[in-house]
């Protein structure tokens, strides 16, 4: 195991039971299927809410799980 993901996981054992479950079935569906590109509006999305969060906001939990959903997971 890398140590990045070992401090990963040590952060992730910090976290509620329903959100470490919710963690670990991402994970594994990240690890049994191929990833799936991404589209140019997709990548746009994202590069928009990292500089949010550079900015110190937040993208609101529904514009994740709605992004997640798109992809099956």
């Known amino acids: 195991m890398t140590k990045m993901l070992d401090k990963a996981i040590e952060a992730v054992r910090a ?7 919710e963690l ?10 191929p990833p799936t590109p991404l589209s ?4 746009a999305a994202i590069a928009e809410a990292e ?12 514009t994740m799980q709605a992004f997640w ?5």
């Open 69 to 73: 959903r798109s992809h099956g997971v």
């Open 51 to 62: 500089a949010e969060i550079a900015k110190g906001e937040r993208v609101p939990a529904e």
């Open 40 to 43: 140019l509006e997709e990548a």
């Open 24 to 33: 670990a079935h991402f994970l594994l569906e990240l690890a049994n299927q």
């Open 15 to 21: 976290l509620p039971q329903e959100t470490q479950d």
